[in-house]
Antibody
Framework: EVQLVESGGGLVQPGGSLRLSCAASGLTFSHYYMNWVRQAPGKGLEWVANIKQDGSETYYVDSVKGRFTISRDNARNSLYLQMNSLRAEDTAVYYC?????????WGQGTLLTVSS | DIVMTQTPLSSPVTLGQPASISCRSSQSLVHSDGNSYLSWLHQRPGQPPRLLIYKISNRFSGVPDRFSGSGAGTDFTLKISRVEAEDVGVYYCAQATQFYTFGQGTKLEIK
């Protein structure tokens, strides 16, 4: 069974930094693109970033370009999101997600709150 | 980027009656591998999204057969044959053909 478990969320001041992690199991992690998706309070789902299987290509939504960095460690079956220069509008639940054989798998999410 | 547009955004339904949600993509979702990566997700308050349907019409494990998906190209539909109380929440269509984008969500509520 595929499992994705996010961690690392918390309360950060505007301008601060935080790194989120996602531990994957039940799949051959190195075979799949991985995504970060977020959901602001009371809002819909927003794709944030993704990374190719070997980490050689990364893509971002415009609002986080230059501030967020997605990375992965295939030896540790782990996905990361380094978030710098955080803003109030980055407040959201962050999910890691992937598609395996056409099937979408999501974690439970981790909450980031950016506030002074 | 592929834009996903859902209608309606709100759907009051009587228990036991059918419900239908439409989703349109701004370009074809047919991938170079021949598959269309169109999914339907259901989310209850305070919970993560849960997969219902993948690749347009395939029910995920444990999903009741009152849920069905159909469509092709750029137009897709989720149907619930008889709405039950546990079906309330927000439904999202999602495409993973090119990156991963979502419809705005459709709130299903009981009349």
């Amino acid at each position: 069974e595929v499992q994705l478990v996010e961690s690392g969320g918390g309360l950060v001041q505007p301008g601060g930094s935080l790194r989120l992690s996602c531990a994957a199991s039940g799949l051959t992690f190195s075979h799949y693109y991985m995504n970060w998706v977020r959901q602001a309070p009371g809002k819909g789902l927003e794709w944030v970033a993704n990374i190719k299987q070997d980490g050689s290509e990364t893509y971002y939504v415009d609002s986080v370009k230059g501030r967020f960095t997605i990375s992965r460690d295939n030896a540790r079956n782990s996905l990361y999101l380094q978030m710098n220069s955080l803003r109030a509008e980055d407040t959201a639940v962050y999910y890691c997600a992937t598609v395996v054989g056409g099937v979408d798998y999501w974690g439970q999410g981790t909450l980031l709150t950016v506030s002074s | 980027d592929i834009v996903m547009t859902q209608t309606p955004l709100s759907s009051p339904v009587t228990l036991g009656q059918p419900a239908s949600i439409s989703c349109r993509s701004s370009q074809s979702l047919v991938h170079s591998d021949g598959n269309s990566y169109l999914s339907w997700l259901h989310q209850r308050p305070g919970q993560p999204p849960r997969l219902l349907i993948y690749k347009i019409s395939n029910r995920f494990s444990g999903v009741p057969d009152r849920f069905s998906g159909s469509g092709a190209g750029t137009d897709f539909t989720l149907k619930i044959s008889r709405v039950e109380a546990e079906d309330v929440g927000v439904y999202y269509c999602a495409q993973a053909t090119q990156f991963y984008t979502f419809g705005q969500g459709t709130k299903l509520e009981i009349k």
